[in-house]
């Protein structure tokens, strides 16, 4: 383990280490190199929910889900560097939103990680 994190780290600390790494790995991943083409990702951002208990209450209720959506731009481009479509505000993924008691809620279900840590044998 390269970067231990203690359990007791509060839920917004969290949240944002989860955004940071989401962002991280999606700009890792492109450019996509097609036959033909090549993908590219610029601008990537997450926009934060910011839900309270009713929100948490109401999802719970209507089998919702809390999440952030990670957004940016998609940029096709021909094999010589010429852009030859552009999509603005393209969303990426939906990441849970982790409540203040780190819980996520998904289709009205409210799901808690363990967190256990193992000896090796012997």
């Known amino acids: 383990m390269?970067?231990?994190?203690?359990?007791?780290?509060?839920?917004e600390q969290l949240r944002q280490r989860v955004r940071n790494?989401?962002?991280e790995t999606l700009t890792s991943v492109f450019p996509l190199q097609l036959?033909?083409?090549q993908l590219h990702l610029e601008d990537v951002r997450v926009t934060p929910g910011d839900?309270?208990?009713?929100e948490e209450r109401r999802a719970l209720l209507t089998k919702g889900?809390?999440?952030?959506v990670v957004k940016g731009t998609l940029v096709l481009k021909d094999l010589e560097g010429k852009e030859l479509d552009?999509?603005?505000n393209f969303t990426l993924t939906?990441?849970?939103y982790l409540t203040d008691r780190h819980t996520l809620i998904m289709d009205g279900t409210e799901y808690q990680v363990a967190n256990q840590l193992r000896r090796k044998p012997g």
């Open 35 to 37: 036959r033909t083409k």
């Open 65 to 68: 889900s809390l999440e952030d």
């Open 86 to 88: 552009r999509v603005k």
């Open 94 to 96: 939906h990441l849970p």
């Open 2 to 11: 390269s970067d231990p994190v203690s359990i007791l780290i509060d839920a």
């Open 21 to 23: 790494r989401a962002t």
């Open 51 to 54: 839900f309270g208990p009713e």
